[in-house]
């Protein structure tokens, strides 16, 4: 299974980018996806995460300016995004896709994306 994320880029503060990430199998019933980042110097961190079912959970630092959703078929997660509003330079990090499937009984992770918010 890979995960293709994309929207990354660079935008002044206050601005806003979108996210996008999504599975290339649907077989594998991802019932979870989520967005975490990891800046330099830094440990990677949760952004923000969605079930199946429409569930978000945001980290502290991101409520009320990042939207997290999802695509589904048949009950199984496809695509995540990220809407990012308000952005400041202590978001500048590179944002990584990352699924949990039913089946594969590992954290599946996309190959990152970098996210710099200048000042």
């Known amino acids: 299974v890979q995960l293709q994320a994309s929207g990354g880029g660079l935008v002044q503060a206050g601005g806003s980018l979108r996210l996008s990430c999504a599975a290339n199998r649907t077989d594998v019933y991802i019932y979870r996806m989520g967005w975490y980042r990891q800046a330099p110097g830094k440990q990677r961190e949760m952004v923000a995460t969605i079930t199946n079912g429409g569930t978000p959970i945001y980290a502290d630092s991101v409520k009320g300016r990042f939207t997290i959703s999802m695509d589904k078929i048949d009950n199984a997660v496809t695509a995540v995004y990220l809407q990012m509003n308000a952005l400041k330079p202590d978001d500048t990090a590179v944002y990584y896709c990352?699924?949990?499937?039913?089946?594969?009984?590992?954290?599946?992770w996309g190959q990152g994306t970098l996210v710099t918010v200048s000042s």
């Open positions: 990352q699924a949990t499937s039913a089946v594969i009984h590992t954290d599946l």
